[in-house]
């Protein structure tokens, strides 16, 4: 099993959570190729309304995952990798431990079959 800081599962849920939705993702996808934008630049890219658009980036941005700063009357939004790079650590350490658990199983299988099977040389 992973180990992981206090807060951390809360973080990796809240960014599993966001990203269950396709258009987060590809909310998410525009931001990094251009850096930053507005909801309504970012609206004219996808099927959806600005509205739409507005709360799909505010479950982002709970997610830590997209910040919004304000310039003028515009509120611009950038991508915050953070909370994206805790979550595949997380998840690079699982496929790690399920990596292990699977050698440790070829390995015993293996055994077995070298032990049952007397003419197969070692």
Do not use: C, F, N
Request: proline letters at 5%; a neutral charge; hydrophobic letters at 45%.
């Amino acid at each position: 099993m992973t180990e992981e800081r206090p807060g951390a599962a809360e973080v990796i849920d809240s960014v599993l959570g966001a990203l269950a939705d396709p258009t987060r993702r590809q909310l998410l996808e525009l931001l990094a190729a251009q850096g930053e934008a507005t909801a309504t630049t970012l609206a004219e890219r996808l099927p959806v309304s600005r509205q739409a658009v507005v709360k799909h980036l505010g479950v982002l941005d709970a997610a830590g995952l997209v910040s919004g700063g304000r310039v003028g009357r515009e509120v611009r939004y950038t991508v915050r990798p953070a909370a994206l790079d805790a979550t595949a650590q997380w998840m690079a350490s699982l496929a790690a431990d399920w990596d292990r658990r699977l050698a440790h199983i070829k390995r015993v299988a293996e055994a077995a079959e070298r032990h049952s099977d007397p003419t197969r040389p070692d």
